[in-house]
């Protein structure tokens, strides 16, 4: 990271069964939370040129075909200052980068690993809606049974849909589930993530 400039990171999550048969789901961008070093929010499709999408998607092809892989290979990218797509990593399971597919892809991930291990067709990865994802992580100075504060009215507002993990306690910054946020563009998207973090906080009984 250090050696390179970045202006943005991408994700493209590519699914390969036995046939050979690679589809890739939609580039998605990340923002990352500099305290806790996760992802603070995504969106999807990535604001990205129609060149750096095909560069993104066709490495990402490359990539999973060469280790010969059946299952889902997230591969992570930075977009450098002059436009230059360089990966960063990859990761051979579904990704915190595709958990919006389950509600704004034709396939979710989840789904698709099953049709690759399976050795069965692939499905679509057509995007049915714009999207925003958020993390939801536990707020600092609550640690012990978790309750979510707001919960009721962010599922008042249209296209929210709150994904809890089943954890039964809290503490800051630990992971307990995301939050996908659907729109007509990824703008309208972001109008109403930005009302779920301000409403939606993930505390506990005990302070």
Same mark, same amino acid.
């Given at each position: 990271?250090?050696? *390179? &400039? ?27 939370? &500099? ?10 499709? =990535?604001?990205?040129? %129609? ?6 998607? &066709? ?6 075909? +060469? ?14 200052? !002059? ?6 990593? *990859?990761?051979?399971? %579904? #990704? #915190?980068?595709?958990?919006? @597919?389950?509600? /704004?892809?034709?396939? /979710?991930?989840? &789904?698709?690993?099953?049709? =690759?291990?399976?050795?069965? %067709?692939?499905? +679509?990865? =057509?995007? @049915?809606? %714009? /999207?925003?994802?958020? #993390? ?32 039964? /306690? @809290? ?13 007509? +563009?990824?703008?309208? =998207? ?13 505390? +506990?009984? !005990?302070?």
């Amino acid at each position: 990271e250090q050696m *390179v &400039e970045i202006d943005k990171e991408i994700a493209v999550i590519a699914a390969r069964n036995d046939a050979g048969e690679v589809r890739c789901f939609p580039a998605v961008e990340m923002t990352f939370n &500099e305290t806790t070093n996760l992802v603070e929010d995504l969106f999807c499709p =990535a604001n990205l040129t %129609p060149e750096q999408f095909k560069v993104a998607e &066709e490495t990402a092809i490359k990539v999973i075909n +060469s280790f010969d892989m059946i299952g889902l290979l997230a591969v992570e990218f930075f977009i450098d200052k !002059e436009g230059q797509v360089i990966i960063k990593e *990859v990761a051979p399971r %579904p #990704n #915190n980068s595709g958990h919006h @597919t389950i509600d /704004s892809i034709v396939t /979710s991930q989840l &789904e698709q690993l099953i049709r =690759a291990i399976l050795g069965l %067709p692939l499905g +679509s990865t =057509a995007l @049915t809606s %714009p /999207s925003v994802m958020l #993390n939801l992580l536990g707020e600092p100075g609550y640690e012990g049974q978790v309750y979510y504060e707001g919960f009721s009215d962010c599922l008042a507002i249209d296209g929210v849909k709150i994904h809890l993990y089943g954890k039964k /306690s @809290t503490r800051p910054f630990r992971k307990m589930g995301h939050v996908t946020i659907l729109g007509k +563009s990824v703008e309208e =998207a972001f109008e109403k993530a930005n009302k779920v973090k301000s409403i939606l906080k993930v505390k +506990s009984w !005990e302070k």
